[in-house]
């Protein structure tokens, strides 16, 4: 088992910056791919960034491209989301998940293990 817990959502300006971060604990961190995903209301969950577990490429969705990176600590058992430039399509729960599958996993259905979510607000 895998627990993740995220933090560092809020309320933040458009154009403004957040920082999230996802605590892992459980298994050896490093042994999993890492994603963050985002639900807005009344939408499906999509995904947001990828991190993987061997080489640490990434890989991101085209609406965030160039704004958000995605990065992991292994000695801290840690990946973040730097969000920055953000705008009011951002608005979501935004959630952190785990899969120890080789590859980069887009669908949601495919990751293992899931974080509770944290609030990100972009206001105009």
């Known amino acids: 088992q895998v627990q993740l817990v995220e933090s560092g959502g809020g309320l933040v300006q458009a154009g403004g910056s957040l920082r999230l971060s996802c605590a892992a604990s459980?298994?050896?961190?490093?042994?999993?791919?890492m994603g963050w995903f985002r639900q807005a209301p009344g939408k499906g969950r999509e995904l947001v960034a990828v991190?993987?577990?061997?080489?640490?490429?990434?890989y991101y969705a085209d609406s965030v491209k160039g704004r958000f990176t995605i990065s992991r600590d292994n000695a801290k058992n840690t990946v973040y989301l730097q969000m920055n430039s953000l705008k009011r399509e951002d608005t979501a729960v935004y959630y952190c998940?785990?899969?120890?599958?080789?590859?980069?996993?887009?669908?949601?259905?495919?990751?293992?293990?899931w974080g509770q979510g944290t609030q990100v607000t972009v206001s105009s």
């Open positions: 991190i993987r577990r061997n080489d640490g490429s990434t």
């Open positions: 459980g298994r050896t961190f490093s042994h999993f791919a």
């Open positions: 998940a785990a899969h120890s599958r080789i590859g980069v996993i887009v669908t949601p259905n495919l990751y293992e293990y």
